[in-house]
Structure formats: structure tokens, C-alpha cells
């Protein structure tokens, strides 16, 4: 539910839309969702076939053209292996913030590392220009 409005499908066209549309669907959503976290949970666990890993893992790459002229290379992956990353990411965030707060700002710390970028800044200008750092 927390992929943003309009986000792309994959290479088989399936957008986390068509996913959020399934799981609120009242006649089968549940279902759904109970096949879709035994799938998560199956990809975790490295039960991934051999021979299907390459294509579920992969995207579609795509050159888009920077104001610069210069190319910026954009994979767009399999909306199934985005939200099995979700997955992840989220699980290993909720166990992870205590284990490096306060040492690092970038795990489970909303705008964590743009308040230590700010913070430096402010270290930075408040510095006497003889000072040395």
C-alpha cells in the first residue's frame, strides 16, 4: 500500500495499482493476501527457482535523457519483487533502528540523514573562518 500513485509496472505490466486494487477487492482480497505473504515469504527464504531468478530479479532498463545531454540509466523491475523488497526493507528497519541509532541517521530515522546534513551545515557557518576542522 505504500508504493506512490502512478508508480510503474515491470516488464509484464503489472502495477502495484492493479495489486492494491486485488487486495482491497472484498470477494477475494484476503485470499490474495494470504497467497501473496506466502510468495514474500518463499522469495525471503531463497526458494526463488534457479532458472526464474534472473527474469524476477531483473527490470527493464531504460535510457532517459538528462538536461545535460548527458543519459541516465533507469531499471524498472517486476512489481512482485519491488513488494517482496518492501517486505524486507521494512521488516529489517523495524529490527535494525535500535541496533544503529544513534551512530547512523539513515535506518528508521524519517529525514535522519537530511537533519545531520543540515546540522553540519549549521556547524560549518558558525565556524570562525581561522578555525580549522
Not at 477487492?25 to 532458472?51: D, I, Q
Not at 531483473?58 to 518492501?86: E, M, Q, T, Y
Not at 524486507?88 to 545531520?116: D, K, M, R, W, Y
Request: proline letters at 8%; a positive charge.
Amino acid at each position: 500500500m505504500s508504493f506512490p500513485a502512478g508508480s510503474a509496472g515491470g516488464p509484464d505490466g503489472l502495477r502495484p495499482q492493479h495489486i492494491r486494487d486485488m487486495l482491497l477487492c472484498r470477494e477475494g482480497g484476503s485470499e490474495l493476501l494470504s497467497a501473496l505473504t506466502v510468495f514474500v515469504n518463499m522469495v525471503l527464504a531463497g526458494s526463488c527457482p534457479k532458472n526464474v531468478a534472473p527474469v524476477f530479479f531483473g527490470g527493464r532498463l531504460l535510457a532517459l535523457n538528462k538536461k545535460s545531454g548527458d543519459i541516465r540509466p533507469i531499471v524498472v523491475g517486476f512489481s512482485l519483487r519491488r513488494v517482496v523488497s518492501k517486505c524486507a526493507t521494512s521488516f529489517g528497519t523495524i529490527h535494525l533502528t535500535g541496533f544503529f541509532h544513534p551512530h547512523q541517521l539513515g535506518v528508521g530515522i524519517p529525514n535522519g540523514c537530511e537533519a545531520a546534513i543540515h546540522s553540519a551545515r549549521r556547524y560549518l557557518e558558525a565556524m570562525p573562518p581561522d578555525h580549522m576542522w
